[in-house]
Nanobody, 121 residues
């Protein structure tokens, strides 16, 4: 299973970016997908997550500004980030939890390679 993230870049404060992450492989189902982020010198934190049924959760620091969504048919998760602040600058990692492959009876978790988001004027 591979997770390919895209959409990062440089944006001015107050701007928007949309991250995408597509999971590929012999996937039967994915329980939850999410986005973690790690700023320089800080611990990695969960920014947002979404279950296969559409239930979402957000870090307090991004509530009201970020929206997570997913396309189950495409095994893809999105993160719409609005009103970006300098403190949102980080490497963003997508995750896929509880991935069940065709022909397997156990699940596994996977991480993407990360995409850089820089908010600066």
């Amino acid at each position: 299973v591979q997770l390919q993230a895209s959409g990062g870049g440089l944006v001015q404060p107050g701007g928007s970016l949309r991250l995408s992450c597509a999971a590929s492989g012999n996937i039967f189902s994915i329980n939850a997908m999410g986005w973690y982020r790690q700023a320089p010198g800080k611990h990695r934190e969960l920014a947002a997550a979404i279950t296969s049924s559409g239930s979402t959760s957000y870090a307090d620091s991004v509530k009201g500004r970020f929206t997570i969504s997913r396309d189950n048919a495409k095994n893809t998760v999105y993160l719409q980030m609005n009103t970006l602040k300098s403190e949102d600058t980080a490497v963003y990692y997508c995750t896929a939890d509880g991935v069940l492959l065709w022909g397997w009876s156990t699940t596994a978790d996977y991480w993407g390679q990360g995409t850089q988001v820089t908010v600066s004027s």
